[in-house]
């Protein structure tokens, strides 16, 4: 049963905090991806990796970084949290190429106070 | 520019009933593949199908079916006889030949399912 984890399903933290959000998956896929998800708004991509120490810019990366020290596994990090990044945070991965769909985690449910 | 555009924020339907959810679709690739997920309540979303831009052909899984148009850029899903279950948000996304796995989402459909 293939299975992507997310550190938390619910985090509460103060603005300016450092925050960090893990996810793991167990099916050898070369490729991650962050993402948020906004009403109305839909999935937006943060940021994305194809192999380790690799990492491409989403759509909406400004606030992020991301780090990919091991395939498995992959972070997202708020520098200095902000109340503008109260959001669903959803990690996803796949095999490589465009024409494979992507699993999904539980999604961590973060807000920023 | 490609975009994915899901104009039915909300449907509200009563079980047993056929619902019908749009995406249309804005690609200048030739070769895409367009995707449906359900996310139920708990969060987690759940792939549907893929469908590739060289075949336009029908899929029908026992109460869902797909209707791929490249005329009208439109991928559209249909439940058959809804049931309580089926309430989700549905997304339907584009992946295009040259962006290596990304995918770009609709804005969501809810459909609510009443007894």
């Known amino acids: 049963d293939v299975k992507v984890t997310q550190s938390s399903r619910y985090l509460v933290k103060r603005t300016g905090e450092k925050v960090f959000l893990e996810c793991v998956q167990d099916?050898?896929?070369?490729?991650m991806f962050w993402y948020r998800q906004d009403p109305g708004l839909g999935l937006r991509l943060i940021y994305f990796s194809y192999d380790v120490k690799m990492k491409e810019k989403g759509d909406i990366p400004e606030g992020y970084s991301v780090s990919r020290e091991k395939k498995e596994r992959f972070s997202l990090i708020l520098e200095s949290a902000s109340t503008n990044q109260t959001s669903m945070y959803l990690c996803?991965?796949?095999?490589?190429?465009?024409?494979?769909?992507?699993?999904f985690g539980p999604g961590t449910r973060l807000t920023v106070t | 520019a490609q975009k994915v555009t899901q104009a039915q924020t909300e449907i509200s339907v009563v079980e047993k009933e056929d619902v019908t959810l749009d995406c249309v679709y804005e690609?200048?690739?030739?070769?895409?593949?367009l995707f449906w997920y359900k996310q139920p309540p708990s969060g987690e979303l759940v792939f549907l199908i893929r469908?590739?831009?060289?075949?336009?052909q029908n899929e029908i899984s026992g109460r869902y079916s797909w209707n791929f148009q490249k005329s009208t850029s439109s991928f559209n899903f249909t439940i058959t006889a809804s049931q309580v279950v089926d309430s989700a948000v549905y997304f339907c996304?584009?992946?295009?030949?040259?962006?290596?796995?990304?995918?770009?989402f609709g804005q969501g459909t809810e459909l609510s399912v009443k007894p």
């Open positions: 996304a584009l992946s295009e030949g040259n962006q290596g796995g990304k995918l770009i």
């Open positions: 469908r590739n831009s060289f075949d336009e």
């Open positions: 996803a991965s796949s095999v490589t190429g465009f024409s494979y769909e992507q699993y």
């Open positions: 099916m050898d896929h070369e490729n």
């Open positions: 690609t200048r690739d030739t070769t895409y593949y």
